[in-house]
Structure formats: structure tokens, C-alpha cells
């Protein structure tokens, strides 16, 4: 079952402006992770939050974490072209067992020269 | 990518025909995943593996069997494929389960 959800499913921006992409969950969660895919690659580790965490910085990376509203955010700042990918967050299935993850059907980014 | 291939990367196969994918891995993770990626469905999980010989089902299972014999290697079988099964294939480890897996290159399968 979905558990995450990205917002927006598409967004096309020019290099060096900043990209926010949201993802929304339905259970409680221990955790929440950002994955990058580049295309026709596997997906990459970004960053995980963990949920007594508001706020994690990786790089130009900056991931929020609401709890109450049951919403991340990803922020790039300072966009570049390498940027251009498909991004998913990942939430714990607590309904399954032994540590498995649920994906979002991701957020394409298009980052123009 | 850390440590982990999969074979074959690219298949072409027919319907009914037995399809055997290879995940390898030299990182000694405990966990090992199979998923599926389609257009509109994301990525789907079809078995994980918490160790040698213990594997459990995903969501999207029907029609998949897998074997891990060695911490190494993770096997998923069609036995029968269908052309619904054509998608692409990729293997994740994580030594941890549910903080971070590490993906392989994918298989891009193919049933006619």
C-alpha cells in the first residue's frame, strides 16, 4: 500500500534557482529517506531523517520533517543540471516485517542550463 | 555502487520461458530486496531476504520465487513469464533493513 507521496510529480526549473520537492505519509514512521535516481540507474541514498529530527542539512541538501502534518520536504538549493533526476522519499513498512521501505512514485526534476 | 551487480542487465526472453536474475553483493549485508519499477507504479517490492535461506514475500509477489543460499547472492525466478512481467529489476542490500539500502544497476527485462 502507498505509504509516501511526492509533490509535485513533475517540476522544470532553470539552474541555480532552488527546487523544494514535499512527500506526504499516512502512518507513523521512525524515519524518512530521500532517494535519487539518475535515469536508466539504480537509486541513490540521499539522506535519512529520523522523526525526532525537524531539520537535516546534507550539502546543498536540506530535508524538513513534520510530524504532525505527516510531511517531508527536500530542498536543492542552488540547482545545477547533474541535479536532473527523479526523486523518492521512503517511509519504514511497519505493516511488513524485517526493515523494509515504501516508495513514493517520485518527484521528476528538470534542472535547464 | 556499492558492491552490488546484477545479471543479466539487459534480457529478452518469451512467454513460458524460465527467468532466472542474479543479485551479488560483497558488502556482506544481512538484507537483500527485489523490486520491480513500472511507469505509474514506482518501485514495487516483490521478496526480501533477512538472511540465508530466510526470505518473505513483497507486495507484488504472484508469479516470483527467490532462493539465498549464500549471503552473497540472492536469485529471483519467473517461472513461467508473462509479458505483464516485463519491467525493470533492481536489487537492493542494506545491512540494517529500513535505514538505507544500496541499489544495483537494474535489469531491464523483456517477455514477448
Known amino acids: 500500500s502507498q505509504q509516501g507521496e511526492e509533490d509535485p510529480q513533475a517540476l522544470s526549473i532553470q539552474e541555480g534557482e532552488n527546487a523544494t520537492m514535499n512527500c506526504s505519509y499516512k502512518?507513523?514512521?521512525?524515519?524518512l529517506q530521500w532517494y535519487r535516481q539518475n535515469s536508466g540507474r539504480g537509486l541513490v541514498h540521499l539522506i535519512l531523517?529520523?522523526?525526532?529530527?525537524r531539520e537535516k542539512h546534507s550539502g546543498r541538501l536540506r530535508v524538513t520533517l513534520d510530524t504532525s502534518k505527516k510531511s517531508s520536504s527536500l530542498l536543492i538549493t542552488a540547482s545545477r543540471a547533474a541535479d536532473t533526476a527523479s526523486y523518492f522519499c521512503?517511509?519504514?513498512?511497519?505493516?511488513?516485517?524485517?526493515?523494509?521501505?515504501?516508495f513514493g512514485k517520485g518527484t521528476k526534476l528538470s534542472v535547464k542550463p | 555502487d556499492a558492491g552490488i551487480t546484477q545479471s543479466p542487465r539487459h534480457k529478452v526472453t518469451e512467454t513460458g520461458t524460465p527467468v532466472t536474475l542474479r543479485c551479488h553483493q560483497t558488502?556482506?549485508?544481512?538484507?537483500m530486496y527485489w523490486y520491480r519499477q513500472d511507469p505509474g507504479h514506482g518501485l514495487r517490492l516483490i521478496h526480501y531476504?533477512?538472511?540465508?535461506?530466510?526470505?518473505d514475500k513483497g507486495e507484488v509477489s504472484d508469479g516470483y520465487s527467490v532462493s539465498r543460499s549464500k549471503t552473497e547472492d540472492f536469485l529471483l525466478t519467473l517461472e513461467s513469464a508473462t509479458s505483464s512481467q516485463t519491467s525493470v529489476y533492481f536489487c537492493?542490500?542494506?545491512?540494517?533493513?529500513?535505514?538505507?539500502?544500496?541499489f544495483g544497476p537494474g535489469t531491464r527485462l523483456t517477455v514477448l
Open positions: 502512518t507513523s514512521i521512525n524515519n
Open positions: 558488502e556482506n549485508h544481512r538484507y
Open positions: 531476504s533477512y538472511g540465508v535461506k530466510d526470505t
Open positions: 531523517i529520523r522523526s525526532n529530527e
Open positions: 537492493a542490500i542494506s545491512e540494517s533493513g529500513g535505514f538505507g539500502q544500496f
Open positions: 521512503a517511509t519504514p513498512n511497519y505493516g511488513g516485517s524485517q526493515g523494509n521501505l515504501i
